[in-house]
């Protein structure tokens, strides 16, 4: 049986591949409450969603009338719809 120490749990986390920078943008636009657009991963482009949450490795969006939780190693960009600004300048 093999012990894993909290050294070696915050080794793990800090090696995690996933980028600060997506789940930061994607937090700022979920405070808007605006629709926005997805690029995931092959190109698949998600017009009108809204993002309800983000959580480490994930995010839970809104469309269609359903929720759809998606991993965030799938999502490549994410835009505010055009016509839309993000904070209040």
Known sequence: MTVFSRLDFRRALASDPVDTALPT???Q???TGHPV???ARGGH?????????VRRH????A?????????LAFIET??????????WW
């Open 25 to 27: 943008r994607l937090h």
């Open 29 to 31: 636009l979920r405070t």
């Open 37 to 39: 657009t997805l690029t």
């Open 45 to 53: 482009t998600l017009t009108g969603v809204r993002i309800d949450a």
């Open 58 to 61: 994930h995010a839970v969006l």
């Open 63 to 71: 469309a269609g009338g359903g929720t759809v939780l998606m991993p």
């Open 78 to 87: 994410a835009t505010p719809q055009p016509g839309r600004r993000l904070g």
